[in-house]
């Protein structure tokens, strides 16, 4: 069946350094991708998704680009800050329902001063 | 605009017990989603709604967990009869807007004891 992996339980880096969180997933179909945030003790919120134009997609200077040939939906940002610490999940929907998702285990990223 | 509204924050339970969680979608959305959240697995989903039509129970939770929507306003999640490996946090979700996005509660978290 389809699944996401996320290989990086915990990643702690220091302000201002990029930020990339693996992503990568097995699925029949062309899925679509999508970035869960979760700060802590609040509800996951939609981060981004994969279009399917090819269109990198943007939000809060995260970006994230699918590369169906490796399979992949990593995660990005220049610059990291204080308040992007959260745990991070990658999801897929096989059938286009944006709602009805397979999650990765998630991505803890600590940020420190 | 009112969120996703789950009660109650926190339960806890002795084994055995049954329990209900509630959640109200947001107002207008069709899809509602049920999900279970812990370290171990990540995001599971455990039922889905389309219309108040029951469209999946994840079958690995059918036998002790039941989730119901009685009106387009309100779902239950009931657990019966809870057991220690059901410690989770609990979370709904709907399903709506122009960009189909899925909104999440901020989730009930279960002690069972």
């Known amino acids: 069946g389809d699944s996401v992996t996320q290989t990086e339980g915990l990643v702690t880096l220091t302000e201002g350094l990029p930020v990339m969180l693996n992503c990568t997933y097995q699925s029949t179909y062309s899925p679509f991708l999508f970035w869960y945030v979760q700060h802590l003790n609040e509800a996951p919120k939609l981060l981004l998704k994969?279009?399917?134009?090819?269109k990198r997609p943007e939000h809060q200077g995260f970006h994230a680009t699918l590369h169906k040939s490796s399979s992949s939906f990593h995660l990005q940002k220049s610059s990291a800050q204080l308040s992007d610490s959260a745990l991070y999940y990658c999801a897929l929907s096989e059938t286009g329902n944006t709602g009805k998702l397979i999650f990765g285990l998630g991505t803890t990223l600590q940020v420190q001063p | 605009d009112a969120g996703v509204t789950q009660t109650p924050r926190h339960e806890v339970a002795e084994k055995g017990q049954t329990i209900i969680l509630k959640c109200e979608p947001v107002s207008g959305h069709n899809d509602l989603f049920w999900y279970r959240q812990t370290k171990i697995q990540g995001l599971e989903l455990l039922s889905y709604?389309?219309?108040?039509?029951?469209?999946?129970d994840g079958g690995a939770f059918k036998d002790r967990f039941k989730a119901e929507m009685l009106n387009s306003s309100f779902s239950t999640l009931k657990i019966q009869p809870t057991e220690p490996k059901d410690s989770a946090v609990y979370l709904c979700?709907?399903?709506?807007?122009?960009?189909?996005?899925?909104?999440f509660g901020s989730g009930t978290r279960l002690t069972v004891l």
């Open positions: 709604f389309r219309s108040k039509s029951l469209m999946e």
């Open positions: 994969s279009f399917t134009d090819n």
């Open positions: 979700a709907s399903l709506g807007g122009l960009a189909e996005t899925l909104y």
